[in-house]
């Protein structure tokens, strides 16, 4: 598809190249601004989903960029993308939602080499953005965390993590999702948990700091916030333990070990009322509940059971879990019991799932697209089709009668009519 450059100002911020071109206001319209949408569930609402993949989805528009993990973000007007070139630099795009012409870029420095046996899925950038008043803060592979102003691409401020803990760059990259909460951001870095202040990039704390070996150092977890046993808490999975932290001051209110392989816990962690539910590569599936008298607080466990998780994170609706397993099979899981309701065929090695009602969309890295209904009788594959030209292991994003796309080739824009 052809490129539309546009003119723009160069500026240099902070040893970074900006191209910026101006956008126009934006419009009540339904956004993606972080990992796993809205509300960092998988969950989305608005019009319902059409009955069909095939006939309904259309291509908008589509570019070709270096390749990446991490999710679109998308504004009213702008679709976010990032990417490393040529194995030496990380770069941040601007995208216009409606054409995909770019907007602005910013690059720096930025790679890791990661150990040989995850070659396989490349060496590029992880970590999805989040879109937060104004402001885009995106993680680089190099223990790095920038917030970029999101109109312009100026930078607001950086951290470099390894620099201010004296810490080495952790072997993997930085692959937790930063998330943004009421003028706080909060990131596994720096082998260990850090909430930063949203506008400044000041260290607010730091907590549940690790060891520094290969099955220790960095994470692969992305924290949510949650209300557990009355309390608004950090809910955060490092590679040992699941955790439930203060959000003002850090401390560990409880700490839970998860079994895991060479640390390998990587779902983001499921909050059902008074219980965390997660799953980890090699070794189960388990539901924790969290309970508190006073400042004491518990941690039992539920149920555990043989369901082996990997990278995908579940969606849950109406409590029961809808879970993309390490063998490649699909299953439902009654939360309240830990029964598995039924198990699929194989399908591809990792889903990104969205929800809305009772259906599922499910993008795998084939660029096998689904649309699954969501029944604890039986799996039930209602359609579906392929989207994008290469490896799709970045999360789909969904936004109202739009999908984008973020594969190994570039980025594609559908519509879903």
């Known amino acids: 598809m052809r490129q539309i450059m546009l003119a723009g100002m160069c ?3 902070a040893g970074m190249m900006v191209t910026v071109t101006l956008i126009g206001a934006p419009t009540e319209r339904s956004t993606w601004p972080q990992w796993r949408g809205p509300d960092r569930d998988g969950t989305v609402t608005g019009p319902a989903w059409p009955g069909t993949l095939q006939t309904s989805v259309t291509s908008q528009w589509s570019r070709a960029l270096a390749p990446s993990y991490s999710g679109p973000i998308v504004s009213a007007t702008l679709v976010y993308v990032t990417e490393t070139k040529a194995k030496t630099t990380e770069v941040v795009r601007a995208l216009d939602r409606a054409t995909g012409a770019e907007r602005w870029v910013v690059e720096w420095p930025g790679a890791v080499n990661v150990p040989f046996y995850a070659k396989s899925r490349g060496d590029w950038i992880r970590s999805t953005p989040a879109l937060d008043n104004g402001v885009l803060y995106v993680a680089g592979m190099r223990d790095v965390l920038v917030a970029l102003d999101a109109a312009t691409g100026a930078q607001r ?8 803990f004296k810490v ?13 909460d009421r003028g706080g951001v909060y990131v596994q870095a720096a082998n260990s948990v850090v909430k930063l202040d949203a506008r400044t990039g000041a260290v607010v704390w730091r907590t549940l700091g690790g060891g520094a070996t290969v099955f220790e150092s960095g994470a692969f977890s992305s924290p949510v916030v949650a209300t557990i046993a009355g309390v608004r808490q950090l809910v955060v999975q490092t590679r040992e333990t699941l955790n439930g932290v203060d959000l003002s ?3 560990v209110l409880w700490s839970q070990p998860v079994p895991s392989f060479r640390g390998m816990n990587i779902l983001t962690p499921v909050v ?9 590569y090699q070794n189960g599936s388990w539901l924790y509940r969290v309970g508190r008298d006073g400042a004491t607080w518990t941690v039992t466990e539920g149920w555990a059971m043989n ?8 969606v849950v609706i109406d409590g029961y879990a809808y879970l993309h397993l390490a063998n490649q099979r699909f299953a439902c899981v009654d939360l309240r019991t830990g029964q598995r309701m039924w198990t699929s065929t194989p399908y591809g090695k990792y889903w990104s799932l969205v929800a809305h009602g009772d259906r599922l969309l499910a993008l795998d890295e084939t660029g096998h697209l689904r649309l699954i ?3 604890p009788k039986a799996f039930e594959l209602i359609d579906e089709t392929v989207v994008g030209e290469g490896e799709a292991w970045a999360h789909l994003a969904v936004a109202n009668d739009e999908l984008f796309v973020r594969d190994g080739a570039g980025i594609s824009a559908y519509r879903w009519r």
Do not use: H, K, N
Not at 157 to 164: G, L, Y
Not at 272 to 280: I, L
């Open 307 to 314: 369901a082996q998780g990997y990278m995908s994170t579940p």
């Open 373 to 375: 209904r969501a029944t």
């Open 11 to 13: 500026a240099a911020v």
């Open 272 to 280: 059902v009322g008074d219980a965390v539910f997660t799953s980890s």
């Open 249 to 251: 001051t850090g401390r």
């Open 157 to 164: 401020w950086r951290m470099d993590f390894v620099e201010a």
């Open 168 to 180: 080495a760059v952790p072997e993997f990259g930085f692959i937790s999702s930063p998330l943004v």
